[in-house]
């Protein structure tokens, strides 16, 4: 195992530009979720076996100013989460993660003195108290409510008035202030969605604006393109990098770290919520916990987990032809001269039985590239800000 600072400057030191990641030597990556831990950040489990009572609802920032670390953020702005990841000066990489939600409760003095003795941290806006992130996540279940999203379908979302303040506050709370006025950090914006009329131009100059506003200087990264940086290092950044997300789909066919042809579709863990919602007369947020609990798409026992299955089918076997169509109908796509892998990344990857599934319905077309092998992200949560972490330290250097 090598020096992650080692490897991104290597990597980086001729070309400096996130776009020509790869060319370098390649070494191993080495990452340190339990710093993230004793830092007080917020972790999910990287799988279901791990033990998730170390996770401390109350948000907590980092105050990096104190800790000897490398310059350059990374930032993946989700639908569902947002990761902040930053390297010490040991190269271990420092992951936090927040779900992107919040709620507003009335604020009432038996309230108030409730969130202080849980130790939830809470801001009174218009004399509502706002929470935001886990503990917005948990209070919601308290009070059998939903909790209120500030993003929709992979960007800011347009119902939701407060979204711009709220997603100030969680950055802030995320990625404190940068080490170095005008600090790289590179965040993460979806590609071009094919299947919706939105673009991200708001949307990336709305969270560039907030980044900048904080003192970092912001660099937009395509989602896909990250998934391609911190997976196929040993593929010299050549292959297919999918995010597969809350609110999207984002794909990267990428040629020794060029991305060759990106897209993304509006249809992801959400999407698979809300069908099976209504197809099992249940809520979305029912359907949800029932789709986390643990459910295995190869085996699915019941009505209701047949359900997740066939939607989950359905979601892949329509990336799968999206990728082709798009692949066979453009013309500028560089010739691969040897089979690449499929790398899966994102919360909605992590279902069991997800691989075997891409791979039967991966079986049922007749896909343009030759594959080597299909498989799933390290770590399918933080693959996009790890990505993003790469980038920014390659220009940091
Ligand atoms: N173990 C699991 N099994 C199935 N789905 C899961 C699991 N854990 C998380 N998810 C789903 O993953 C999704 C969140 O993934 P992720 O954090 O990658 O999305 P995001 O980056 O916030 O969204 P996007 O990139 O689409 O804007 C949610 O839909 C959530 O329900
Ligand atoms: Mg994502």
Known sequence: MGDYTDYARDSFETQGSAADVGKGQKKDVVFGLEEAMALNAV?????????????????????????VVQLGRGLDIGTANLVSSFQDNT??????IQRNAFIDIDCDDYTKNMLTRLGVQYVVVNNRMVVVGDPAFELANIFNRDTRRPMK?????????????????????LLGSPNQQGE????????????????????????????????????????????????LAEDDFTGIGISCGGGMFNVCVAYK????????????????DRNVGSALG??????????????????????EEEAVEIYYRNLISYTLKNIKERFESSSSMPSFPEPVSIVCAGGTSMIGGFIEVFQQEFEKIQFPLEIKEIRLAEDPLYSVSKGCLVAALSESV
């Open 282 to 303: 249940i809520s979305s947020s029912r359907a949800c916990g029932l789709k986390e609990k643990g459910v295995d798409l190869a085996n699915p026992h019941g009505r």
């Open 91 to 96: 190269g271990n990489v420092n992951l936090k």
């Open 153 to 173: 379908a992979g960007m800011i979302s347009p119902d939701e008035n407060d979204a711009l303040p709220i997603e100030k506050m969680l950055l802030e709370t």
């Open 184 to 231: 790289n950090c590179y965040f993460s914006v979806p590609a071009e969605p094919i299947d919706a009329e939105m673009n991200v131009v708001y949307h990336q100059g709305v969270f560039g604006g907030l980044l900048k506003g904080m003192g970092y200087d912001p660099k937009p990264l395509i989602e896909g393109h990250a998934v391609v940086f911190s997976e």
């Open 257 to 272: 770290s060029i991305p060759a042809l990106s897209f993304s579709t509006t249809r992801g863990g959400d999407w698979i």
């Open 43 to 67: 972790n999910y489990p990287v799988n279901d076996n791990e033990d998730t009572s170390v996770a401390d609802p109350v948000v907590t920032a980092i105050d990096t100013t104190k800790a």
